[in-house]
Nanobody, 123 residues
Framework: QVQLVESGGGLVPAGGSLRLSCAAS????????MGWFRQDPGKERTFVAA????????YYADSVKGRFTISRDSAKNTVYLQMNSLKPEDTAVYYC????????????????WGQGTQVTVSS
């Protein structure tokens, strides 16, 4: 059973930075990719970034390109999301997810999810 645990969320002023972590356990090497999604109350969960376990190929939503960086530490089974130049519109609950297909941007392509961590950016 794959388990994902996020950490690192918090309150930060606009222009600030945060680094989210996602610790994975339970057969994660059989999964093709890890991704980050975010969700505002009453809105759909949307794709933020993804990385493949084997080659470390990265993918980003247009809204975060140049500001966010996803990375992985295979030895620690941990994925990170470095978020810089944060904006109030980045405020959301951020979820880590694991998937075995080659599709990266679709929520349906991920089988396992963490519990989420709140990120709040004040203006």
């Amino acid at each position: 059973q794959v388990q994902l645990v996020e950490s690192g969320g918090g309150l930060v002023p606009a222009g600030g930075s945060l680094r989210l972590s996602c610790a994975a356990s339970g057969g994660i090497f059989s999964r093709y990719k890890m991704g980050w999604f975010r969700q505002d109350p009453g809105k759909e969960r949307t794709f933020v970034a993804a990385i493949t376990w084997s080659g470390g190929r990265t993918y980003y939503a247009d809204s975060v390109k140049g500001r966010f960086t996803i990375s992985r530490d295979s030895a620690k089974n941990t994925v990170y999301l470095q978020m810089n130049s944060l904006k109030p519109e980045d405020t959301a609950v951020y979820y880590c997810a694991s998937g075995s297909s080659f599709t990266v941007g679709s929520r349906a392509a991920y089988e396992y999810w963490g519990q989420g961590t709140q990120v709040t950016v004040s203006s």
